[in-house]
Structures are given as structure tokens and as C-alpha cells.
């Protein structure tokens, strides 16, 4: 399914590219490790970049007991095993729980402005994709669209189970409307769910 990003004004309680996000007040924010290429991460926080609402997207495999999966970039280079770009953070929770809201977010000190998005409401388009007919674009699931090198497959590290693709983030979108972002050589930021539970580590793989 195609998210199809559009400019708009979303706040944290839509579905979005770039917005804000639903994020509790005594909660922690995400915080890069400093595990990059860029020497300026050790600290920086992460950026908000997507946020689907389980009553938006049903498609999503959200575990038991949540509606809302908000995906955080760190916006430095990053020698990632399969990828080199953002580092990404996935966090899985129950929207119902946010009560008081975090009063601003942490903004990073440094940033490679290819990686920031800018802010976008969604228009999904739902269709079913085939192997030999690959979007490109911003989507939930599908196939990957692999161009600048060969299939990779994905394994848990944790549990030994299949990483299937859950999202992609794309520098260009079919429409023409594009977040500005750029991974890669103008190709996707791929992200890989365990099938067994996707809390498990994840996969990322740039192409």
C-alpha cells in the first residue's frame, strides 16, 4: 500500500510523514548511541519521520496491545550492516496511554539535511502489488524494489525467524510529491520486521 504523502499540517494525533509526535511527557526520548560514521552522533536525538495509527492502517502487524507505530530516524551518516544512512528506531505503543505530552522535542546539533523530511499528511492508496511490478514509492509491506544491488535476506538476530519488509521510505514518490529526503543514490530506506514479533530487532537496507 502507498502511503502517498502530501503537504499538510498533521498534529500528533494523525497519521504522518514529519509532524509531530504522540510522545509522553515522562518518557525518554530517543537518543542516538554514537555508533555512526559521523563522529558529531554520540548523543544527538533522533527525528520523528513517520507516525501510522493502527485506524489508519490496519495493514501494519501491530504486536497485541497497540495502535500506533512511530518510526525516529538519527539524521547522521551511519555504517549500518546492510545500509549506509539513518540510523532508524521503531516504537510500538498504545496511543490510549499518552496522557500529558512532551512540552517540545529535541532537535539534533548537527543533521544531514538529506535525511530530514519535511511534514506531510497521508493519502493511502491501497493495490496489490506483484513481484514483477515494484513501486517505488512511500509504502506499507509489498515487495522491495530492488535496483542498485541484488535481494538481500533478512533473519532475526534474535529468534533465527524470516524479516519480511514492513516499510519503505522513498526519495521519490509516483505522484511527484516528494519528501525531500534522500537515501542513497535516490533509492529507498528499507525497514525488516521479524514475522514472529517485530519488537524483535529490526533489518535496514538502503537502496
Known amino acids: 500500500m502507498l502511503l502517498n504523502p502530501l503537504e499538510g499540517d498533521p498534529t500528533d494525533a494523525d497519521s504522518h510523514i514529519g509532524g509531530p509526535m504522540l510522545w509522553p511527557i515522562d518518557e525518554p526520548w530517543p537518543h542516538c548511541d554514537g555508533a555512526a560514521h559521523d563522529p558529531a552522533s554520540g548523543g544527538e536525538p533522533f527525528v520523528g519521520a513517520v507516525q501510522l495509527y493502527r485506524r489508519d492502517f490496519p495493514e501494519v502487524p501491530f504486536p497485541e496491545g497497540t495502535d500506533l507505530l512511530q518510526v525516529f530516524l538519527c539524521t547522521l551518516h551511519h555504517d549500518l550492516p546492510h545500509a549506509y544512512g539513518p540510523d532508524v528506531r521503531l516504537v510500538w505503543r498504545d496511543s490510549t496511554t499518552v496522557f500529558e505530552l512532551i512540552e517540545e522535542e529535541p532537535e539534533p546539533h548537527a543533521q544531514v539535511e538529506a535525511y530530514v523530511p519535511t511534514v506531510n499528511v497521508l493519502e493511502p492508496i491501497r493495490y496489490t502489488e506483484h513481484a514483477d511490478k515494484v513501486s517505488g514509492g512511500t509504502k506499507i509491506g509489498g515487495w522491495t524494489a530492488w535496483w542498485q544491488s541484488g535481494p538481500v535476506e533478512f533473519t532475526c538476530p534474535d529468534c533465527g525467524a524470516e524479516q519480511r519488509q514492513t516499510l519503505s521510505l522513498a526519495t521519490h514518490e509516483p505522484s511527484g510529491d516528494d519528501v525531500e529526503w534522500e537515501f542513497g543514490r535516490e ?10 514479533d517485530v519488537r524483535h530487532p529490526i533489518g535496514v537496507h538502503v537502496d
Open 187 to 196: 533509492g529507498n530506506l528499507n525497514i525488516f520486521t521479524c514475522v514472529r
